[in-house]
């Protein structure tokens, strides 16, 4: 046999891996709707950048017989988004429906690796049946390598999972630890014990999708934070979250010049229409953000959980910026259990890789209540002023309009480490509202006056003037300028290049303990 005949052996090898679990499963896996591992690859990635390693390891064939696993049913390897690099593993179910075994494992685990190792992001294309149980403990031995690479490289190299089918038991805890979860709205699902398992031990019936589906990880459980009608679709999605990402925690996000340049001194007359001075009217914080960073680009993080609270990515003069933000539309913005841990989490995210954190602030405090309290409020509450306190990026808040009590220590006050406060003028800060103020130190005198009603009105004019306004936090170094909201993108924009080098070093130590 020559050299041709051994090159064409290779090519025919080449072509059985890349055809998986052969031509009449990959027509099965299209009539479900979903493309193959490859397919997804190529969508994911710039046009022929791809290179594929380990095509060729299979399964040891053990314990059952030699049934061939071409790729052993995983394909990883190395491309580029945007002409930056990413390492990539898709699970393939038209082999063995993706099940996880040694080998396989050891794929996605040396791909990993190389991601790690070489400062870029990993993103796992996740649509298996779960563990091969024909192999028993070694599958169970494999994901806990998963695992494990998956705890010590965060806040290494930016971990991305992508839902794409099945994700059922212990698989379920790599995507849970990496940074961002996709999910493909009727065609993924995720949860630890199937439907027929529920229904034998507790008797309730429940369908994969109610149980487990985008829908309910997007909105209830808060497990999955982008959510896509279409495969096609998400792995854009994933596309536009890089872009904003850098490569690794030493480097620093990268910079994209909008398309349409505001100058700097241009004022935003509508930001003056959006927030309402009385505080008891709502709006939308989003068009707040839309108005003041670069093209109205801003990409929302976990939309359809824990509303009250807003967090994502933007860009500022070109920068990437994270922003936390209070709604008012929903729970008036105070903060509750999940809207602290979808905070706290994106802070720390935030934190990790070197993104200035951007809080625009109006909240009436942490919500009240039995459930709240006996949930652990006090708890989940306490990550938010741990996370802030723990940042040491370029930290900058916008009070908006109300700022009570703890949530307002909590939303990186200077207290807390924000390197810059800035407050609009219609700005009320205080222990709590001059309504419930008033009412407390001026009961005797508003239930002994004649016109009690005139004398609250009275009193709670008095403290508002007195106590809950900009100026008194400003003259006590707790914000460090009142500013017209029309000049908040200008603010904004001076402060990141102001703080652009900062430097800022926490105790040595092993690391913290953050109340979980």
């Given at each position: 046999?020559?050299?041709?005949?051994?090159?064409?052996?290779?090519?025919?090898?080449?072509?059985?891996?890349?055809?998986?679990?052969?031509?009449?499963?990959?027509?099965?896996?299209?009539?479900?709707?979903?493309?193959?591992?490859?397919?997804?690859?190529?969508?994911?990635?710039?046009?022929g950048t791809f290179v594929e390693?380990?095509?060729?390891?299979?399964?040891?064939?053990?314990?059952?017989?030699?049934?061939?696993?071409?790729?052993?049913?995983?394909?990883?390897?190395?491309?580029?988004?945007?002409?930056?690099?990413?390492?990539?593993?898709?699970?393939?179910?038209?082999?063995?429906?993706?099940?996880?075994?040694?080998?396989?494992?050891?794929?996605?685990?040396?791909?990993?690796?190389?991601?790690?190792?070489?400062?870029?992001?990993?993103?796992?294309?996740?649509?298996?049946?779960?563990?091969?149980?024909?192999?028993?403990?070694?599958?169970?031995?494999?994901?806990?390598?998963?695992?494990?690479?998956?705890?010590?490289?965060?806040?290494?190299?930016?971990?991305?999972?992508?839902?794409?089918?099945?994700?059922?038991?212990?698989?379920?805890?790599?995507?849970?630890?990496?940074?961002?979860?996709?999910?493909?709205?009727?065609?993924?699902?995720?949860?630890?014990?199937?439907?027929?398992?529920?229904?034998?031990?507790?008797?309730?019936?429940?369908?994969?999708?109610?149980?487990?589906?985008?829908?309910?990880?997007?909105?209830?459980?808060?497990?999955?934070?982008?959510?896509?009608?279409?495969?096609?679709?998400?792995?854009?999605?994933?596309?536009?979250?890089?872009?904003?990402?850098?490569?690794?925690?030493?480097?620093?996000?990268p910079i994209k010049k909008p398309?349409?340049?505001?100058?700097?001194?241009?004022?935003?007359?509508?930001?003056?229409?959006?927030?309402?001075?009385?505080?008891?009217?709502?709006?939308?914080?989003?068009?707040?953000?839309?108005?003041?960073?670069?093209?109205?680009?801003?990409?929302?993080?976990?939309?359809?959980?824990?509303?009250?609270?807003?967090?994502?990515?933007?860009?500022?003069?070109?920068?990437?910026?994270?922003?936390?933000?209070?709604?008012?539309?929903?729970?008036?913005?105070?903060?509750?259990?999940?809207?602290?841990?979808?905070?706290?989490?994106?802070?720390?995210?935030?934190?990790?890789?070197?993104?200035?954190?951007?809080?625009?602030?109006?909240?009436?405090?942490?919500?009240?209540?039995?459930?709240?309290?006996?949930?652990?409020?006090?708890?989940?509450?306490?990550?938010?002023?741990?996370?802030?306190?723990?940042?040491?990026?370029?930290?900058?808040?916008?009070?908006?309009?109300?700022?009570?009590?703890?949530?307002?220590?909590?939303?990186?006050?200077?207290?807390?480490?924000?390197?810059?406060?800035?407050?609009?003028?219609?700005?009320?800060?205080?222990?709590?509202?001059?309504?419930?103020?008033?009412?407390?130190?001026?009961?005797?005198?508003?239930?002994?006056?004649?016109?009690?009603?005139?004398?609250?009105?009275?009193?709670?004019?008095?403290?508002?003037?007195?106590?809950?306004?900009?100026?008194?936090?400003?003259?006590?170094?707790?914000?460090?300028?009142?500013?017209?909201?029309?000049?908040?993108?200008?603010?904004?924009?001076?402060?990141?290049?102001?703080?652009?080098?900062?430097?800022?070093?926490?105790?040595?130590?092993?690391?913290?303990?953050?109340?979980?």
């Open positions: 046999m020559d050299m041709l005949d051994r090159i064409n052996e290779l090519e025919e090898r080449r072509e059985k891996v890349k055809l998986g679990g052969g031509e009449a499963r990959i027509d099965a896996q299209h009539n479900r709707g979903k493309m193959t591992a490859r397919e997804r690859i190529d969508l994911l990635v710039d046009e390693l380990n095509p060729f390891i299979e399964h040891r064939g053990l314990d059952y017989g030699s049934a061939e696993a071409p790729g052993e049913g995983v394909v990883t390897g190395y491309g580029k988004v945007e002409g930056r690099l990413i390492f990539v593993f898709a699970q393939d179910f038209t082999v063995f429906g993706g099940a996880l075994g040694e080998m396989h494992a050891q794929k996605i685990a040396k791909v990993m690796d190389l991601a790690a190792e070489n400062g870029a992001p990993i993103i796992g294309l996740n649509d298996s049946g779960g563990a091969r149980i024909q192999e028993g403990v070694l599958s169970l031995d494999g994901y806990g390598h998963i695992f494990y690479r998956n705890a010590i490289y965060s806040g290494v190299v930016p971990q991305i999972s992508v839902i794409m089918g099945p994700c059922a038991g212990g698989a379920v805890y790599s995507p849970a630890i990496t940074d961002f979860v996709f999910m493909v709205e009727k065609t993924s699902q995720m949860f630890i014990t199937g439907p027929k398992v529920i229904e034998s031990v507790t008797g309730a019936k429940i369908n994969s999708e109610n149980l487990g589906g985008a829908k309910v990880h997007s909105s209830v459980s808060g497990n999955a934070h982008f959510t896509a009608a279409s495969e096609e679709q998400v792995l854009k999605d994933v596309r536009k979250l890089i872009a904003f990402l850098p490569q690794n925690h030493s480097e620093k996000t398309k349409q340049s505001k100058p700097l001194d241009e004022r935003i007359e509508e930001l003056i229409d959006i927030v309402p001075v009385d505080g008891t009217k709502v709006y939308d914080v989003r068009h707040v953000i839309e108005k003041i960073v670069d093209d109205e680009d801003f990409l929302e993080v976990q939309p359809k959980f824990a509303k009250n609270i807003v967090c994502g990515f933007a860009r500022i003069e070109g920068e990437t910026v994270g922003i936390v933000a209070n709604n008012p539309k929903m729970m008036a913005g105070g903060l509750d259990i999940d809207s602290s841990d979808k905070c706290s989490r994106f802070i720390r995210f935030c934190d990790c890789y070197n993104i200035p954190l951007i809080t625009f602030e109006d909240v009436s405090g942490f919500i009240p209540g039995v459930q709240q309290e006996h949930g652990g409020i006090i708890r989940h509450g306490a990550k938010i002023l741990y996370a802030y306190s723990e940042a040491t990026v370029p930290k900058i808040t916008v009070i908006l309009r109300k700022a009570f009590g703890g949530a307002y220590v909590a939303l990186n006050s200077k207290a807390i480490g924000a390197d810059v406060v800035y407050a609009w003028p219609n700005t009320e800060i205080a222990v709590m509202g001059p309504e419930g103020a008033a009412n407390i130190i001026f009961a005797k005198e508003i239930n002994e006056s004649d016109n009690p009603e005139a004398t609250r009105a009275a009193k709670i004019a008095d403290y508002r003037e007195r106590f809950a306004n900009p100026y008194v936090a400003a003259r006590n170094g707790m914000v460090d300028d009142v500013i017209d909201p029309r000049d908040t993108r200008k603010s904004l924009a001076q402060a990141l290049d102001m703080l652009r080098n900062k430097k800022k070093e926490l105790p040595k130590k092993k690391h913290g303990n953050i109340p979980l």
